[in-house]
């Protein structure tokens, strides 16, 4: 089992910027793929981003791509989601996950998730 719990939501200003953590319990942080996910009121969770185990490689949605950052430190177990030049329709409820290594991830564990709310 792995326990995921995300901080770091909060109000801010379109422009501005803000970083999630996604703090790890359990078995072995670096075992797992992590991903960003999130959740607009009415809409469906979408995929965000993910990192590989070691790092070396990410992936992002095209409308996030240039303005936040996926990264991890193993030594840690945390994964972090750093969101630069925010738009209010980057509001919703933030997951982290953590998942297979394999390139089609299958996402095995799900944080609670943390609100962010950009205003305009």
């Known amino acids: 089992q792995v326990q995921l719990v995300e901080s770091g939501g909060g109000l801010v200003q379109a422009g501005g910027s803000l970083r999630l953590s996604c703090a790890a319990s359990?078995?072995?942080?670096?075992?797992?793929?992590m991903g960003w996910f999130r959740q607009a009121p009415g809409k469906e969770r979408e995929f965000v981003a993910t990192?590989?185990?070691?790092?070396?490689?990410?992936n992002y949605v095209d409308s996030v791509k240039g303005r936040f950052t996926i990264s991890r430190d193993n030594a840690k177990s945390t994964a972090y989601l750093q969101m630069n030049s925010v738009k209010p329709e980057d509001t919703a409820v933030y997951y982290c996950a953590a998942g297979s290594r394999s390139d089609d991830v299958t996402w095995y564990y799900w944080g609670q998730g943390t609100q962010v709310t950009v205003s305009s």
């Open positions: 990192i590989s185990w070691g790092g070396s490689r990410t």
């Open positions: 359990g078995r072995t942080f670096s075992a797992y793929t």
